[in-house]
């Protein structure tokens, strides 16, 4: 297994699991520490050996993403326009990472901590608000049904005795 090999496992297996951000940073480090490993005169297959196979690697990672609270959003993969001008899926390319030309994607992680927060303080108030909603509505019934109930007997007793 080469280099690019490696990585394209490690982007195949991450893909979906992890936010894209996460995939670009791992595979700049891979990148990089491959590079730095083979420029020291290892072979590919020693360096696999001490940090494992892409699969056991993106295990790995998808754990620590996870216990981070990074779990996946569905974009683990990003669309990149190829030069021909027709949508590929992004496979992962030296050149384009160096260069920078990768596009940033933004996204909201749902899944932290103050964003589960701010969903409970926001049920809440939405709660409160229908509670104050409700009992303004029964205090004004409350307030009025001595005069609205004392309205309803006269009329009722008014109907009952003019027909007989």
């Not at 939405?126 to 049904?145: H, K, Q, T």
Request: charged fraction near 25%; include cysteine.
């Amino acid at each position: 297994m080469n280099k690019d090999e490696f990585l394209r496992r490690l982007e195949e297996a991450l893909s979906g699991e992890v936010p894209a951000s996460v995939i670009r940073d791992n595979l700049n480090y891979y990148a990089d520490y491959l590079s730095q490993e083979l420029g020291k005169g290892r072979t590919m297959d020693e360096i696999i050996e001490e940090i494992g196979e892409p699969n056991i690697v993106a295990r790995t990672i998808i754990d620590s993403a996870e216990a981070a609270g990074e779990t996946g959003d569905g974009y683990g993969s990003f669309e990149d326009a190829s030069p021909r001008g027709d949508d590929r899926r992004s496979t992962y390319s030296q050149e384009s990472y160096q260069n920078g030309s990768t596009p940033n994607i933004h996204y909201f992680d749902l899944n932290k901590w103050y964003w589960k927060l701010a969903l409970v303080v926001l049920l809440f108030l939405v709660i409160s608000v229908v509670f104050s909603i409700m009992g303004g509505v029964f205090y004004l019934l409350i307030r009025f049904s001595g005069p609205i109930l004392m309205c309803l007997i006269i009329y009722w007793l008014v109907k009952n005795f003019r027909g007989r």
